[in-house]
């Protein structure tokens, strides 16, 4: 009778070891976060104004107020017109954006995004990004003109779209769908909604594309 001790590949496990660790690993480890999207509607009674709704939910993610005169250009709240504040958003004469991440003034984190031929670019995290329009082919429909207000937001390293504002409608309509990657929440996700709308609102102001346009 052979009672030599049988010999695994790593000299001390049975090959099924290795195998429970690593299926215990991919067990506990945490799902790959979900890609998303915001509905966005315009406020009734409002010119501008618009809310955001998660799909399935009554009440809004988000309030979006857009000032005619003076102030913010936007100020985003959690929720609903009496909802917190999350950020700011400022125009620039020069052609670029200014959000604000942040409850108050005093604690606003400002993220620039310059206007840099046809896309703003701004970081993010260390991170290069830019807001660009979107093609046909990021919508699914080929090589088509698109007409209306379709936004994307691209890593600049990976080429991958971080976001997708599709429009519905015309320019100037106010309904839109706003798609995000997964792992794009909190303060991202604050950040992609103000440089989307802001883009979207200077659009429907000066009736262009361009970013340097005012």
């Known amino acids: 009778m052979d009672t030599t001790p049988p010999k695994y590949a790593d000299g ?12 215990r690993a991919a067990a506990q480890a945490e799902p790959p976060a979900k890609a998303h999207q915001l ?9 501008r104004d618009v809310q955001l709704f998660r799909p399935g939910k009554p009440l809004p993610a988000y309030f979006c107020t ?8 936007l100020t985003l709240q959690k929720n609903s017109q009496s909802g917190p ?16 991440i942040g409850p108050d003034e005093r604690s606003l984190q400002w993220i620039p995004m310059r206007a840099q031929g046809e896309c703003f670019r701004f970081e993010w995290q260390e991170r290069k990004y830019s807001l660009r329009k979107a093609q046909g ?18 890593d ?11 429009s519905e409608g015309q320019s100037g309509a106010a309904n839109a769908t706003l798609k ?12 992609i909604v103000l440089a989307m709308l802001s883009w979207r609102d200077r659009i429907r102001r000066a009736g262009s594309l361009r970013p340097g346009e005012k």
Request: charged residues 10%; negative net charge.
């Open 39 to 47: 509905n966005i509607l315009p406020y009734i009674g409002a010119y």
């Open 85 to 100: 504040v999350v950020g700011y958003a400022h125009y620039r004469t020069s052609g670029s954006i200014n959000c604000g």
């Open 66 to 73: 857009i000032a005619h005169l003076g102030g913010h250009s």
């Open 180 to 191: 995000m990657a997964g792992g794009v929440k909190g303060e991202a996700e604050v950040l």
């Open 156 to 166: 600049e390293e990976t080429q991958g779209i971080v976001a997708l504002l599709i």
């Open 137 to 154: 082919e990021d919508l699914g429909l080929g090589a088509v003109n698109l007409h209306g207000e379709h936004l994307k937001v691209v």
């Open 12 to 23: 001390l496990s049975p090959p099924h070891y290795a195998q429970n660790i690593a299926a």
